[in-house]
Antibody
Framework: EVQLVQSGAEVKKPGESLKISCKAA????????IGWVRQMPGKGLEWMGI????????RYSPSFQGQVTLSADKSISTAYLQWSSLKASDTAMYYC???????????????WGQGTLVTVSS | DIQMTQSPSSLSASVGDRVTITCRAS??????LNWYQQKPGKAPKLLIY???SLQSGVPSRFSGSGSGTDFTLTISSLQPEDFATYYC??????????FGQGTKLEIK
């Protein structure tokens, strides 16, 4: 069974750094893209970016380029999302999700983590 | 970037109603369109991919249609568990899969 288990809620101050994780199980971690999605309080889903754990190839949405960094550790089947200097506006729920590929050529997010709530407040 | 616009933003309906949600893309995306359902405090769940393919385990009262720029999600007979927020997502733009702003389906 495919599972994505994310790290627990975080409370941080502006300017602090943070790295949250998404641990995969039940499939070949290196062979499937992992996407990250932000959901600010009471708002919709926003596509942040995606990483291929096999070679750490990463693509970022223009809105998040330079604001966050995606990484992955194949040895422990874990993907990461990190910030070097948090802002209050980074307060949100963050989801990781595995990208699935259908034989008809369609891509979709078929499995999701439970989400990590990040709160940034002074 | 491909922009996705859903309508309406919110919708009130009753159990048993037939409901349709619309999603429009800013450019043609063929049938590279997914639909997700999100309930409060939960992660999104895939309902439909490829505009009309029902994900395994999803009830057949959900259906999707459309191609090019205009798409619809239809729930044929609303059940109490269907009250949630629904999102469309395009998967046409390589590895840049934008979402619509969501449609909140509430009980009338």
């Amino acid at each position: 069974e495919v599972q994505l288990v994310q790290s627990g809620a975080e409370v941080k101050k502006p300017g602090e750094s943070l790295k949250i994780s998404c641990k995969a199980a039940g499939y070949s971690f290196s062979s499937h893209w992992i996407g990250w999605v932000r959901q600010m309080p009471g708002k919709g889903l926003e596509w942040m970016g995606i990483i291929y754990p096999g070679d750490s190839d990463s693509r970022y949405s223009p809105s998040f380029q330079g604001q966050v960094t995606l990484s992955a550790d194949k040895s422990i089947s874990t993907a990461y999302l990190q910030w070097s200097s948090l802002k209050a506006s980074d307060t949100a729920m963050y989801y990781c999700a595995r990208l699935h590929y259908d034989t008809s050529g369609y891509y979709y997010l078929g499995h999701w983590g439970q989400g990590t709530l990040v709160t940034v407040s002074s | 970037d491909i922009q996705m616009t859903q309508s309406p933003s919110s919708l009130s309906a009753s159990v048993g109603d037939r409901v349709t949600i619309t999603c429009r893309a800013s450019q043609s995306i063929s049938t590279y369109l997914n639909w997700y359902q999100q309930k409060p405090g939960k992660a999104p769940k895939l309902l439909i991919y490829g505009a009309s393919s029902l994900q395994s385990g999803v009830p057949s009262r959900f259906s999707g249609s459309g191609s090019g720029t205009d798409f619809t999600l239809t729930i044929s007979s609303l059940q109490p568990e269907d009250f949630a927020t629904y999102y469309c997502q395009q998967s046409y733009s390589t590895l840049m899969y934008t979402f619509g702003q969501g449609t909140k389906l509430e009980i009338k």
